[in-house]
């Protein structure tokens, strides 16, 4: 006689699970959620620091005329209770208040993850559409190894594959932002 099957049990997470230290310690991966499923990855290694770092600051150096827009390292995009997504870099309108929660934080103009090889497949298979239904008009993923930056836009089935210079502009300026690539993909040595 067969023994039915039963069906596995995969546990599913919400965004106060998260918040347990005793279930989830500080120590230092980065535990994201979606939809309830956890998503562990290991801490970042410094070129890939490195290269957030570098972007978020251009990105702050171009908002920073006028303020005409927020950006944030390690912000997180959510939605309760079971959604908590980790981008690299966040950008977000002017006059977003400071104080308030991830979860309030509702209009998003551009998210940034830098690729790994631990992250590659999670970042372009489930985190861009992701990101794209809570409403980012734009994902950029930067991969370092292969030299470029894919630029996501909803309703796109293939990425803008960028080598040269990455343009984005904001809604509250005049003038776009233009990145170029290969310098940015410089590290701190001049090597990669």
Known sequence: MRMALSPLPIPRFTIADLEDRERFPEDGSRYELLDGWLIVSPAPQ????????RIAALLD?????G????VFCGGAVQRAPRTHLQPDALVVPPGTPLDATWEEVRERWLVVEVLSRSTQLYDRTYKVPAYHA???PEVWLVDVDRRRVEVWRPGSAEPSYVTDVLTWQAPTRDVPLRIDVAALLVGPGGGR
């Open 67 to 70: 303020r005409s827009g927020v």
């Open 46 to 53: 410094p070129l890939h620091e490195w290269v957030a770092f």
């Open 61 to 65: 150096a171009y908002l920073a005329e």
């Open 134 to 136: 809570l409403g980012a």
